[in-house]
C-alpha cells in the first residue's frame, strides 16, 4: 500500500510539473489584470521549439530556453492586442491558442515519429546519499531538474508578489490601474512584463512535455492542458502557494487514468477525467472565491486608458 | 503634430465594414510572409486555396457544404457573445447533437414513421446541443463558474464521449473495423441538390435562422434585454433583467443551433457517426471568427460563414497539394481573429491628428 502511494505521488509530481509552470505564469498575468486564454497556444508552440532544439543541438537547456523566449514573444502579441489596442482580452486569447495550436502543426510536421536521442534527455539527478534514502529517496530527490526548478519558483513567485515592491505594483495594477497609475506605477510596463512572464513560463511547461514527459513531438500533445492551467490559477485563488496543490492533483488524476486502464475501462471515459475535474474544481474554487471574499484581480480582462479615468 | 484616440459611440457603417476587410487582408498578408520564412510559396498558397474553393462550380458547391456547419454554429455564438456569454463550446453541443441524431436513427426502441425520423432527428439535436450548452449556463448564472473553461472542458468531454461510442458500443457491425456506427436507414438521410454534398434542408433552416435570430435581436423585447446585459451587466442589473434568463436563453439558442449543425453533418454528409475529426473538423471553433467577422450580426453571418466555408474547402486542397498537417489551417483562425480584435479599436475610437503641439 506504502508502495503504491509512494509510486504514485511519484508520478503525479512530473505529470504535474507543466501544470505548474504554466500556472505560475498565468497567476502573475491576471494578477496585473490581464487574462490570456493562449496558455494553450503557447505551451504547444513551447513544446514544439523545445523539442526541435534539443534534437537538433542535442542540449536539452538549448531547447528549454528556446522554449522559453517562442513562450514569450507569443504572449507579446497578446500584450499588444489586449493592453496596447485594448482588444477584447477572451478573444485575443483565443486567437493566439488557435495560431499557435496551427503553427505547431506546421513547424513540427518533420518530427512527428522521431525519438528524442538519449543526450538531449533532461533526466533524473542523483544525488548520492539521499536518493538512496528508502521512501524519501524517490519520492523527493530523483527528479529531473526541472522539478526541482519549478518547486524552487512557487516560494521565489510568492515572495516577490506579496513582499517586494514589484509585486505591490503588479497587484495595485491588478486591483485599481487608475489608482496605480496615479501613484507613479507603470501600468502598462507592468501589465507586459507580466504578460511576458507567462508565456515563458507556459512555454517551458510545454517543452517540459516534449523534452522531459514524453521525449517526442506529438501533435496537439498539450491535450487541453493550458485550459487546465486557466482553471488552475482561479483555483489557487491566485497564490502560487496553492499551484502548487492543484498541479499535483492533476498529476495525480493523469496517473490514476493509467492505472485505472488495465481494470478494462474504456480509456476514452477516462479521458474524460481530468476536464470533469477541471469543472468539478472551478465550481469549488469559485464557491471560496465568494464566501472568503477574496476574489479576482477587480481590474481582470479591463483594458487601461489614461483618457477614460 | 500630435495623434490622440477619442473614443467614440457608435462607429460609421463603412468604417465597420472597412475595418473588417483591411484586418482581414493583413492576417492574409501576414500568414503570406510566415508561409514565405518557412519556404512555401504564398502565392502559389493562396491561389491553390482560391481556386480550390471559389474557383469551379465543384469548389463553390463545397464551400456551401461546409457553410451550413459555420452559419448555423455561427448565429447562436453570434446571440451568446452580445449577451457577452462566451461559449467557447459550440463544438462539444454540436457533437452532443450528432450523437443524439444518431440515437434516434439507430437505436430508438420506438420505431418511428419515416416522415416523422428526420424531424425528430433535428429536435433530439438540438436538445441535446441545449442540455450540453445548459451545464455551464446554470454554473454560470448560479455559482458564477466561468463559462469560457466549463464550455471548453465540455468540448473535450463530448470528444471522448463520442470517440468511446464509435470505437466501443455503437461501431457498426459492417463497417471493416473503421470508427463509424452503422449506416443510417434511407428514411434517416437529408436529401441533398442531385450532383453535391449540400443537404439544403439544413441550409435552408439555416438562413431562415439567421433572420429569425436578427429580429430575435433587433426587434423584441428578449433581443433587447440581450443586448442590454452585454453591453452593460450592471445596467442590465438594475433594470431588473435577471441574468439567470439571459444565460439560459442565450445557451439555449446557441447550443441548440450548434446540436443541429450537428445532426446535418452525421444524417446530410456521412449518413452514421464518425470519429470525432471526421464529423467536424473543428466547426465549432471557426464559427467564433465567423461570428465575430459579421460583428455579431446574424444576417451577416450568413455572408462570413460562406468565406469561411471557402478558406475551409481552399485549405483542404492547400493541405493535399502541399502536404501539411491538419491544424495549419487553424493558423488562418487565429490570425485573422487577432488581427479583428486589434482592428476594432478604430471602431471604438477615433484617431485625431492635431497640428503643433498641445496638452
Not at chain 2, 73 to 96: P, T
Amino acid at each position: 500500500m506504502l508502495e503504491f502511494l509512494v509510486e504514485a505521488l511519484r508520478a503525479a509530481i512530473p505529470a504535474g510539473t507543466p501544470l505548474l509552470f504554466g500556472t505560475l505564469g498565468e497567476i502573475y498575468v491576471e494578477r496585473s489584470g490581464i487574462l490570456n486564454l493562449g496558455v494553450e497556444g503557447m505551451m504547444i508552440m513551447g513544446a514544439v521549439t523545445g523539442f526541435s532544439v534539443a534534437l537538433t543541438t542535442g542540449n536539452p537547456w538549448l531547447g528549454v530556453l528556446a522554449a522559453a523566449i517562442v513562450g514569450g514573444l507569443l504572449s507579446l502579441i497578446h500584450a499588444f492586442v489586449s493592453i496596447t489596442l485594448r482588444g477584447n482580452q477572451v478573444v485575443s486569447g483565443l486567437a493566439l491558442t488557435m495560431f499557435g495550436v496551427g503553427l505547431s502543426g506546421l513547424l513540427g510536421r518533420r518530427f512527428i515519429g522521431t525519438p528524442l536521442p538519449a543526450q538531449a534527455k533532461l533526466v533524473g539527478i542523483r544525488i548520492p546519499v539521499l536518493s538512496d534514502l528508502p521512501i524519501l529517496g524517490p519520492l523527493f530527490f530523483q527528479f529531473d531538474p526541472l522539478v526541482y526548478i519549478s518547486i524552487l519558483l512557487v516560494p521565489i513567485m510568492w515572495f516577490i508578489l506579496y513582499k517586494t515592491k514589484l509585486g505591490i505594483s503588479i497587484r495595485s495594477v491588478g486591483e485599481d490601474p487608475a489608482t496605480a497609475d496615479a501613484m507613479g506605477v507603470n501600468v502598462f510596463g507592468i501589465r507586459y512584463l507580466c504578460t511576458f512572464i507567462g508565456g515563458v513560463l507556459a512555454g517551458v511547461g510545454g517543452a517540459y512535455l516534449s523534452i522531459v514527459y514524453t521525449p517526442s513531438w506529438i501533435e496537439g500533445m498539450t491535450a487541453g492542458a493550458g485550459w487546465i492551467v486557466i482553471a488552475l490559477t482561479i483555483f489557487a485563488l491566485w497564490s502560487p502557494l496553492r499551484a502548487i496543490l492543484g498541479a499535483y492533483l492533476f498529476g495525480g488524476v493523469k496517473v490514476l487514468q493509467y492505472r485505472l486502464q488495465p481494470l478494462g475501462i474504456s480509456p476514452n471515459l477516462l479521458n474524460t477525467l481530468p476536464f470533469i475535474l477541471t469543472i468539478l474544481v472551478l465550481m469549488a474554487a469559485t464557491r471560496e472565491v465568494m464566501r472568503r471574499r477574496i476574489g479576482a484581480p477587480s481590474a481582470l480582462g479591463l483594458p487601461y486608458s489614461r483618457e477614460e479615468k | 503634430m500630435q495623434i490622440r484616440l477619442e473614443r467614440r459611440l457608435l462607429a460609421p457603417g463603412w468604417v465597420r465594414i472597412l475595418t473588417s476587410a483591411i484586418s482581414l487582408l493583413l492576417a492574409l498578408l501576414s500568414i503570406a510572409v510566415a508561409f514565405y520564412i518557412f519556404g512555401l510559396d504564398p502565392l502559389f498558397a493562396y491561389k491553390k486555396i482560391f481556386i480550390g474553393s471559389f474557383g469551379s462550380l465543384y469548389g463553390l458547391s463545397e464551400s456551401l457544404v461546409k457553410a451550413i456547419p459555420l452559419l448555423l454554429c455561427g448565429v447562436g455564438l453570434a446571440i451568446a457573445f452580445k449577451a457577452q456569454f462566451w461559449n467557447i463550446g459550440a463544438e462539444g453541443q454540436l457533437l452532443m447533437g450528432a450523437l443524439a441524431a444518431t440515437w434516434v436513427a439507430l437505436f430508438c426502441p420506438i420505431e418511428l414513421p419515416s416522415w416523422a425520423m428526420l424531424p425528430v432527428m433535428f429536435i433530439a439535436g438540438f436538445l441535446a446541443g441545449a442540455i450540453w450548452a445548459l451545464i455551464p449556463a446554470l454554473l454560470r448564472a448560479k455559482l458564477r463558474v466561468n463559462e469560457v473553461i466549463t464550455t471548453l472542458m465540455l468540448v473535450y468531454v463530448a470528444t471522448e464521449i463520442v470517440n468511446y461510442l464509435v470505437y466501443g458500443p455503437w461501431k457498426g457491425a459492417r463497417e471493416w473495423g473503421f470508427p463509424y456506427s452503422d449506416r443510417f436507414p434511407d428514411s434517416a438521410i437529408i436529401p441533398v441538390i442531385s450532383g453535391t454534398r449540400i443537404h439544403y434542408p439544413t441550409l435552408i433552416l439555416g438562413l431562415v435562422v439567421a433572420v429569425l435570430a436578427y429580429f430575435l435581436l433587433m426587434r423584441t423585447k428578449w433581443g433587447y434585454e440581450i443586448r442590454v446585459t452585454g453591453d452593460n451587466p450592471r445596467a442590465a442589473e438594475y433594470a431588473g433583467i435577471p441574468y439567470l434568463r439571459i444565460a439560459l436563453l442565450v445557451m439555449l439558442i446557441s447550443g441548440g443551433l450548434a446540436g443541429v449543425a450537428g445532426v446535418g453533418e452525421v444524417a446530410g454528409i456521412h449518413g452514421r457517426l464518425r470519429y470525432p475529426q471526421g464529423i467536424s473538423p473543428g466547426y465549432g471553433f471557426t464559427a467564433i471568427i465567423v461570428a465575430w467577422l459579421a460583428q455579431l450580426n446574424p444576417l451577416v453571418v450568413i455572408l462570413t460563414s460562406f468565406l469561411f466555408g471557402g478558406l475551409l474547402v481552399g485549405g483542404d486542397a492547400l493541405q493535399v497539394s502541399m502536404n501539411l498537417p491538419v491544424p495549419t489551417i487553424q493558423m488562418f483562425n487565429g490570425a485573422i481573429l487577432l488581427f479583428l480584435v486589434g482592428g476594432e479599436i478604430l471602431l471604438r475610437y477615433r484617431i485625431v491628428i492635431r497640428k503643433g503641439s498641445q496638452t
